[in-house]
Every structure is written in structure tokens, then in C-alpha cells.
């Protein structure tokens, strides 16, 4: 079964910094786009940054500027270095990652579990 793990939430206070990790385990033959969503309370999730395989990077106009997606292919991990953090960036931060397990097999997108952030004033 493959299985994105998010670490690295917590709580910090405003304009401080934090990085989340995803690594993506299990039975991969090939991971394209690897996201970050987030969903504060009440709120949709919201896709916020997105690093494809072959490093092209978007992000959302509440975080650009701010935060900063790369990935390691060879660990099958991607990072969300989280910079000058408000407290509206507070919320429970998923992974996503299109994974496919076989060299035949469409990718199909996996999720984590969530890591939350809180950003205190």
C-alpha cells in the first residue's frame, strides 16, 4: 500500500519558520506531482503548492513569497519550508502525491494523514 507521511507540524509564533516533510513509501514505480493542501477550520481544503518531477514549482498567491516546495525523487520525499508564517496560515497540512505502482498503471493521487500548524500571535 502506498502511503504519504507528513511530519513536522507544531506550533510556532507569527513571522517564524517551520518545515513539513512528506515521504512517500510503499510499493512506487513512478510519483509525478507531489502537493501541499491545507484545510483550516470551516474552510475547503485549499491547494497551495505543487513541485512536479521534474522540478517546476506553483504556488498560491497566500504563499508565494513565503513558502518554498522542493522534493528529493531519490527518497521519494517532498519538503514545505514554511517561512514568516501568520496566523491565518494556521491549519491541518495534507500531502498529496500521484503515485503510480506499476509501469503500466495510470498514477493515481494518494493523501496523507495531515500535520497540523498552528501560527500563534
Known amino acids: 500500500q502506498v502511503r504519504p507521511v507528513e511530519s513536522g507540524g507544531g506550533v510556532v509564533r507569527s513571522v517564524g519558520s517551520l518545515r513539513l516533510s512528506c515521504g512517500v513509501t510503499?510499493?512506487?514505480?513512478?510519483?509525478?506531482?507531489m502537493s501541499w493542501f491545507r484545510q483550516a477550520p470551516r474552510r475547503e481544503r485549499e491547494l497551495f503548492a505543487v513541485?512536479?518531477?521534474?522540478?517546476?514549482?506553483t504556488y498560491g498567491d497566500s504563499v508565494k513569497g513565503r513558502f518554498i516546495i522542493y522534493r528529493d525523487n531519490d527518497k521519494n520525499t517532498v519538503y514545505l519550508q514554511m517561512n514568516n508564517l501568520k496566523p491565518e496560515d494556521t491549519a491541518v497540512y495534507y500531502c498529496n502525491a500521484k503515485v503510480g505502482r506499476w509501469s503500466w498503471e495510470k498514477k493515481e493521487d494518494t493523501w496523507g494523514e495531515g500535520t497540523q500548524v498552528t501560527v500563534s500571535s
Open positions: 513541485a512536479t518531477s521534474g522540478g517546476t514549482t
Open positions: 510503499g510499493n512506487i514505480y513512478s510519483i509525478g506531482d
